[in-house]
T-cell receptor, first 112, second 111 residues
Framework: DTGVSQDPRHKITKRGQNVTFRCDPI?????LYWYRQTLGQGPEFLTY????????KSRLLSDRFSAERPKGSFSTLEIQRTEQGDSAMYLC??????????FGSGTRLTVV | DAKTTQPPSMDCAEGRAANLPCNHS???????VYWYRQIHSQGPQYIIH???NNETNEMASLIITEDRKSSTLILPHATLRDTAVYYC????????????FGAGTRLFVKA
């Protein structure tokens, strides 16, 4: 286990379709974060899990977005009824309480 | 909103030290300074963090002023591979909690 894995790396979907992304954190990290990043901007916080509990959600996370982390291991981020404005890089990160985040390489979503 | 201020871009000659400044005048006593960098098309990479003492690791040095209102990340011998966006962030050690990223500094290392 050498890092945070995200799948898929790229996703192209038609507007209105549902998509689901997966994140596998570093196994001993109990904290997991989802961020969204658009071109030229820094990552924007979406949501945070400590173990299986979702402790904070951004206002950016509309009703069409849902995230889960069953059993406190991997996490999924689902976007329902995708819109063109959802096109972005979706980043997952994990951490231990004392240290900086380890980010995955991200899933690039393109909604056409 | 991000609690830090960074210049939007900087240039550095290859082999020279790159000094990236960050202002965090509203930093709280329990907040640490973290630095990350992001190379194109990759996720951000953790570099270093500190509270009030200067820190050094294999990647960089972090110099924090005595009043903790600003800091400087130093890449001692910049290479072309150090061209990236560098983010300075402040956050508390305890709690979650979400890290707020600003726009960062785009560092261009030139041959």
């Amino acid at each position: 286990d050498t890092g945070v894995s995200q799948d898929p790396r790229h996703k192209i979907t038609k507007r209105g379709q549902n998509v689901t992304f997966r994140c596998d954190p570093i196994s001993e990290h109990n904290r997991l974060y989802w961020y969204r990043q658009t071109l030229g901007q820094g990552p924007e916080f979406l949501t945070y899990f400590q173990n299986e509990a979702q402790l904070e959600k951004s206002r950016l996370l509309s009703d069409r977005f849902s995230a889960e982390r069953p059993k406190g291991s991997f996490s999924t981020l689902e976007i329902q009824r995708t819109e063109q404005g959802d096109s972005a890089m979706y980043l997952c990160a994990s951490s231990l309480p004392k240290w900086g985040y380890t980010f995955g390489s991200g899933t690039r979503l393109t909604v056409v | 909103d991000a609690k830090t201020t960074q210049p939007p871009s900087m240039d550095c000659a290859e082999g020279r030290a790159a000094n990236l400044p960050c202002n965090h005048s509203t930093i709280s006593g329990n907040e640490y300074v973290y630095w990350y960098r992001q190379i194109h098309s990759q996720g951000p990479q953790y570099i270093i963090h500190g509270l009030k003492n200067n820190e050094t690791n294999e990647m960089a040095s972090l110099i924090i002023t005595e009043d903790r209102k600003s800091s400087t990340l130093i890449l001692p011998h910049a290479t072309l591979r150090d061209t990236a966006v560098y983010y300075c962030i402040v956050r508390a050690y305890t709690g979650g909690f979400k890290t707020i990223f600003g726009a960062g500094t785009r560092l261009f290392v030139k041959a």
